[in-house]
């Protein structure tokens, strides 16, 4: 639970800080005009919470891994 509340503070302090520089590197790589530059601090969030939620899964399959050894070593 501490890593999902750091991950969080982290990505807002993220999207406060660096959506300038997202929104910069989305117009040159997208294109659009003024009228489109609200849309790309959200996709700049969506894929960072893409990136958190990867991270997210490998540790609880690496939990669920490690339980099963444990319940494993136990029976035995």
Known sequence: MK????AMILMAVFMIAG????????TSLIGGGIEQSYIYPIYGG???????????SQSIIEEIKDL?????NENR
């Open 46 to 56: 969506i894929i960072a919470l893409t990136g958190v939620v990867v991270g997210v």
């Open 19 to 26: 959506g300038g520089i997202i929104s910069m590197v989305l």
């Open 68 to 72: 099963k050894k444990l319940l494993k």
């Open 3 to 6: 890593k999902a509340f750091i």
